[in-house]
């Protein structure tokens, strides 16, 4: 199943990024949604903000990012990249589409949905945010199901256990552990 754009699912936009409160997702996903504390002050949210547009969510968890279509790194609504995880021939290149992107004073992220190739089929979400007091807080949101087509379905078990390891190094990544800084001024 494919949305006529590439996508392989329908609902591009489906974790709504721009959203403070995600709204009902479509069925026959799993649903993911968690935030952490990351840091704050003014230092830390622009260091936030900076790094999230840049796929270093996903750049300081291991995987690394390409554009596919000429573009720059820095995300763009309709700008597909590969995403590769994994060593040499071993790498498991993951073709995405970037379907939303939010840049606001207080909240900035992006969403992107997976294309034909992709290992699973849905979209993840990276957003930054922060609140009255200063925090620094990130999120992540995912809609998570078996590729359409493809060897991969077969191994979809095995994925989801990926996808909760590289959850982890997501939520860890704008952190002081994760390289970014964590404090501000």
Request: hydrophobic share 40%; net charge positive.
């Amino acid at each position: 199943m494919s949305d006529g754009t590439g996508l392989t699912y329908p609902a591009r936009g489906a974790t709504a990024p721009a959203a403070p409160l995600w709204p009902a997702s479509p069925s026959g996903f799993r649903r993911y949604e968690r935030t952490v504390a990351i840091g704050h002050g003014a230092d830390a949210w622009t260091a936030a903000r900076d790094a999230v547009v840049r796929w270093e969510v996903k750049r300081r968890s291991g995987f690394s990012v390409t554009p596919a279509d000429g573009g720059g790194l820095r995300v763009r609504e309709g700008g597909r990249y590969t995403v590769t995880a994994g060593p040499g021939r071993f790498a498991v290149r993951e073709p995405v589409e970037v379907v939303a992107v939010v840049e606001t004073a207080d909240r900035c992220g992006f969403a992107y949905g997976t294309r034909r190739g992709h290992p699973v089929s849905g979209e993840e979400a990276f957003i930054v945010h922060r609140d009255d007091d200063g925090r620094v807080l990130l999120t992540l949101r995912s809609l998570t199901r078996a590729a359409p087509a493809g060897p991969w379905r077969f191994f979809f078990p095995v994925l989801l256990l990926a996808q909760s390891g590289a959850r982890a190094r997501y939520l860890r990544a704008l952190t002081g552990n994760g390289g970014a800084p964590s404090r501000g001024a």
